[in-house]
């Protein structure tokens, strides 16, 4: 149960993120969750990141624009927090203060993989400026669906449009999961690993399991 203090209210829903590299089929597998848990009752809402918000959603199309290739990479890690901001006031903590389910793709974990890891900025200071935007709070659970890189861009192919960070070197897709991985190993109870073996379906299964567990343990 998310059910932390904050300015206005005690935060009572859960919140819920899936992380992963490119290709690992997070965003699919939060949708089937998302309809499974509608099914049972619960009140649902999907969101991501960057984006989730009108703002958000300009400064995700900063970030992903092919043409911003020259973007520095404090740039893009400022960008990434500024939506996170704007997302927590506007649509996270409103949702969870009413008992909602919130289903996020991406959050903070993917900040630290990316461009603390990826882009080898400082993790202190990412983790710092992270406590500040967020205050401190995390996710209840954390779904990391993992995928070799390979693969995961190998999928990408069929898509009509690659992305700024869909473009990058299979070397900051490997650094990206071994970042992931790394925190997985730091916080074993938030962040659970799923392996994306399998089709659709079986990992659906596979998701299905621990959310469970957790919602009986919450």
């Not at 932390?4 to 290709?23: N, S």
């Not at 389910?101 to 603390?116: E, H, I, N, W």
């Not at 790394?182 to 994306?196: E, F, G, M, Y």
């Given at each position: 149960?998310?059910?932390?203090?904050?300015?206005?209210?005690?935060?009572?829903?859960?919140?819920?993120?899936?992380?992963?590299?490119?290709?690992?089929?997070?965003?699919?597998?939060?949708?089937?969750?998302?309809?499974?848990?509608?099914?049972?009752?619960?009140?649902?809402?999907?969101?991501?990141?960057?984006?989730?918000?009108?703002i958000g959603?300009?400064?995700?199309?900063?970030?992903?624009?092919?043409?911003?290739?020259?973007?520095?990479?404090?740039?893009?890690?400022?960008?990434?927090?500024?939506?996170?901001?704007?997302?927590?006031?506007?649509?996270?903590?409103?949702?969870?203060?009413?008992?909602?389910?919130?289903?996020?793709?991406?959050?903070?974990?993917?900040?630290?993989?990316?461009?603390?890891?990826?882009?080898g900025l400082?993790?202190?200071?990412?983790?710092?400026?992270?406590?500040?935007?967020?205050?401190?709070?995390?996710?209840?659970?954390?779904l990391l669906?993992?995928?070799?890189?390979?693969?995961?861009?190998?999928?990408?192919?069929?898509?009509?449009?690659?992305?700024?960070?869909?473009?990058?070197?299979?070397?900051?897709?490997?650094?990206?999961?071994?970042?992931?991985?790394?925190?997985?190993?730091?916080?074993?109870?938030?962040?659970?690993?799923?392996?994306?073996?399998?089709?659709?379906?079986?990992?659906?299964?596979?998701?299905?399991?621990?959310?469970?567990?957790?919602?009986?343990?919450?």
């Amino acid at each position: 149960m998310y059910d932390k203090p904050f300015a206005g209210g005690v935060v009572t829903g859960h919140f819920i993120t899936f992380e992963g590299v490119e290709g690992s089929g997070k965003t699919t597998q939060l949708a089937i969750l998302a309809d499974d848990l509608e099914t049972r009752g619960l009140s649902v809402v999907r969101t991501r990141e960057p984006g989730g918000t009108k703002i958000g959603d300009a400064i995700r199309a900063l970030i992903l624009d092919s043409k911003n290739q020259t973007m520095d990479a404090k740039a893009e890690l400022l960008l990434y927090l500024a939506s996170r901001a704007q997302h927590l006031k506007e649509v996270i903590l409103p949702a969870l203060e009413t008992g909602k389910v919130v289903l996020c793709d991406r959050f903070a974990d993917a900040t630290y993989a990316y461009q603390g890891v990826g882009r080898g900025l400082s993790k202190r200071g990412i983790e710092q400026i992270g406590r500040f935007v967020t205050e401190g709070r995390q996710p209840d659970l954390t779904l990391l669906l993992d995928i070799d890189p390979k693969k995961g861009l190998a999928r990408l192919k069929g898509r009509e449009e690659i992305n700024r960070l869909d473009r990058e070197a299979l070397q900051f897709h490997e650094a990206v999961r071994k970042g992931y991985l790394h925190l997985a190993k730091r916080n074993p109870r938030r962040i659970q690993v799923v392996s994306t073996d399998g089709a659709v379906d079986e990992i659906a299964q596979k998701i299905r399991k621990v959310v469970d567990d957790y919602f009986r343990n919450a």
